[in-house]
């Protein structure tokens, strides 16, 4: 019992320690958690490979610097993906951060052989246009005219002078859209706008804790979702570009272990000192 009792008085530094040690250890292990692929998931996997290359897709980057580590890696591979397929992307932002987290992993991205042996070119196979407020009414408005609300990409080039945008005055050119989303506003406004009204197919990626309110439209009004770290590690394992997703999940889940192992263990303490309490209190 006096073991029980020192672990309740545990000061909770320690705890913090382990589970610290919990995350970053497995960052230097060369093993990967076994990663089962969910139809969700799968949803956006086929929906890019049937794309013709050439097509033209979206990418709606509505999240910032705060929930990247969650977003970041599924945002890489669909920009991998995407590239390695030979589709041409527009990137677009509903969230005034996320133009740059995409550039950011545009970069990322480049560093994919296979991607990197295709060489996408800025203007011709990708284009940022920028962040623009305004939420669903922006939405609407590049239902009819993409250049009225996006006149020049985010570095002030009129988009007339870029290749890939030729052809594309609205949302019925593009093939597909795909929307990793932070909160509001992002996949919902997306479905709703783009997908319902201009009949826009889109896949969405989110948070762990937004998950639960996307799941509705998922399969009707969305080819796939991918929620949280799980959702990042699933896309890389369906398309065979491993990145931090799959490498953060084996993180997760030892901290995971670890906080449950002390919940555990706590409770356990905390019943049979008490009970050793009562008993030495009875007459």
Known sequence: ???????LRIDRRWIFL???VAVAAPLFMHRDLKIDVTPEARGIYDAVEALPPGSKVMFAADYDPGTAAELQPMAVTFLKHAFGRGLRVIIVGLWPQGPQQADLAIAEAMREPG?????????????????????????QRMGSDIS???PRDYRGRPLEQFP????VRDLTAISYLFNVSAGDPGTLQWVQFAGDRFHVPIGSGSTAVQAPQIYPY??????????????AAEYEAISGFRGKGTVYMLSQAAAHLVVILFIVVGNLAYFLTRRKGSAGGAP
Do not use: H
Request: aromatic share 14%; glycine share 16%; proline share 4%.
């Open 218 to 231: 998922w399969p009707q009004q969305l080819t796939g979702l991918l929620g949280g770290m799980k959702g």
């Open 148 to 150: 009225a609300i996006f």
């Open 1 to 7: 019992m006096r073991f029980f009792e020192l672990l």
């Open 164 to 167: 890939i945008m030729k052809g």
């Open 115 to 139: 991607v990197a042996a295709r060489n996408p070119q800025y203007g011709i196979d990708y284009v940022n246009l920028g962040y623009q407020s305004g939420n669903e009414v922006v939405i």
């Open 18 to 20: 382990f589970v610290g």
